[in-house]
DNA sequence: TCTACGGTGATCGTATACGATTTCATACTC
DNA sequence: GAGTATGAAATCGTATACGATCACCGTAGA
């Protein structure tokens, strides 16, 4: 059961992107590539299209690849679908939370407020994922799970953390995790959930879009 | 500007899934496809791959890819999911559309209805398709729209066409286009069209679990 | 009759080689 | 000096070749 190169070369070359060895921009060539791996450029290039489909970095034909740039209107499709997705994806998983699911969220929630003074942003962005998927477990559609995972990744690839970047919206967070897992408990109904869930991602949305509202960031409305 | 082979490859080998040439459960060998489409097996292998990506087949290591069978679990995945992306579609769309945009799509609906009568499923479905796609012209988050057109491609590899299955259900989702478009008119909420849209989608799956509830379809709640 | 085993063929996985295309620097013309 | 032709270098695109892995099937033993 050994692993493929061409799954080799799509593990390494991904977390180097994700990881910031490769920035933004970055040039990838295909037999450089292959020679640092140790491996031919055929599984490279195999990998290098799979990333592309990814949106981890952009290829053009008979020219090569270059690490996807951070774009502020790319971040903000994200977001919006994003906020669509998991609202849907938090009301499909309600009717089936239990409450040792609810308790085992708190517990994460209660770790990111203990976060929030001297704050770290790779942690608290980690203990985040955590919170949502501990509610996702749960989700009856993978489907719709496997375009949250999607979303989360995009995410990571452009590096826009934006608690990292709005102040005192880690704290704001936090706040509609608990009032969240609240309405949960309560047995809500799921549009209730449903709408929840999506202004808490769209909140951290309209944060940096107030943040950076000089900073030349297009709207896209 | 000529095509790479790699993208000959992948069109010609969707389009025999798409049109049923190639039906679920058919073996996919490198080497045959190879030699009918002219190509050596490097390009027919990233085409293969990458309709992997797309859930068009079923891929395994050293064994091979065969076409992804119809199942009824996924239909119910896919049309879940669609509901909620088409119901977020619309909604974002529905400030941009204008008059003339919802002059055309009654006019698709019109030959919709003209339909009914001697009823002909796929071109019905073409048409269904065009309804759709013209409110989805002003959708100003191309992410969600992306994930609209994955939607229907899958349904179309599922190849389940509800309206060949449910009888009534044409003649309902006409009138449920007419509804939609005068909330569109009336410059409704955008919650209220979300609603509407999702609705007509979930409409569809509903007719069709309904219709099939002693088949055997399992339910994913 | 059933199961374990091993051989054989089919198919995938990857390396290597070479042709096709693009890019960029340079020289040339107006 | 601006714009354009030209050539070489870099890089991708694909063909071919061969090794690796797996499924299938016949056989032997219990």
């Not at 059961?1 to 060895?21: N, Q």
């Not at 998991?86 to 976060?115: F, H, K, W, Y």
Request: net charge negative; hydrophobic share 40%; charged share 25%.
């Amino acid at each position: 059961m050994t692993a493929s190169k061409s799954e080799l070369a799509y593990t390494v070359i991904k977390d180097k992107i994700l990881s910031g060895a490769y920035s933004p921009g970055y040039r990838l060539v295909l037999s450089t590539l292959a020679g640092q791996l140790g491996v031919s450029v055929v599984p490279v290039r195999e990998a290098i299209r799979r990333l592309e489909a990814e949106s981890f970095i952009t290829f053009e034909r008979n020219v090569g690849a270059t690490v996807a740039g951070i774009d502020p209107t790319e971040y903000l499709y994200t977001m919006q679908t994003l906020s669509i997705i998991e609202g849907a994806a938090t009301a499909l998983s309600a009717p089936l939370i239990t409450q040792p699911d609810i308790d085992r969220a708190r517990e994460v929630n209660a770790r990111m407020r203990a976060c929030l003074d001297d704050f770290d942003p790779v942690r608290f962005t980690a203990l985040n994922l955590d919170f949502h998927s501990v509610l996702f477990e749960s989700c009856p559609n993978p489907h719709i799970l496997d375009l949250v995972h999607r979303g989360w990744n995009r995410l990571k690839a452009l590096r826009q953390s934006t608690f990292t970047y709005v102040p005192g919206r880690a704290r704001e967070s936090v706040a509609e995790h608990e009032e969240l897992l609240r309405l949960l408990e309560s047995g809500a109904p799921a549009a209730d959930v449903e709408r929840a869930a999506r202004a808490h991602r769209a909140a951290t949305l309209d944060a940096y879009l107030a943040h950076n509202a000089n900073d030349g960031v297009p709207s896209p409305y």
